[in-house]
């Protein structure tokens, strides 16, 4: 069965960091985009950060350029979001994505195929 699984959320105080991973299971992330997203509760999924199928073209929302890093191993079949510099809004539950086909801007969920159930990332005091 297709699965992706995120983990490495949780609570850090504000300036703190989180690595989080997206793991695949049942088949090989080498061939998709990856995109992350995150929601904060009350509102909709935004698009944080992107990386092509070969790792050549990377993306960040402007609100994490400069904290947040993208890169995959793909011979560990993972992809992972460095995040540095952490701030309270950047609070919510981070989601994977999986991409096959480039029909839709990188930062729209709809664009998306499969997803991982998400993992908690608190930034708090």
């Known amino acids: 069965q297709l699965q992706l699984v995120e983990s490495g959320g949780g609570l850090v105080q504000p300036g703190g960091s989180l690595r989080l991973s997206c793991a695949a299971s049942a088949f090989t992330l080498d061939y998709y985009d990856i995109g992350w997203f995150r929601q904060a509760p009350g509102k909709e999924r935004e698009g944080v950060s992107y990386i092509s199928s070969s790792g050549g073209s990377t993306y960040y929302a402007d609100s994490v350029k400069g904290r947040f890093t993208i890169s995959r191993d793909n011979g560990k079949n993972t992809v992972y979001l460095q995040m540095n510099s952490l701030r309270p809004e950047d609070t919510g539950i981070y989601y994977c994505?999986?991409?096959?086909?480039?029909?839709?801007?990188?930062?729209?969920?709809?664009?998306?195929?499969?997803w991982g159930q998400g993992t908690q990332v608190t930034v708090s005091s």
């Open positions: 994505g999986v991409r096959a086909r480039r029909t839709t801007g990188w930062h729209m969920a709809l664009g998306y195929d499969y």
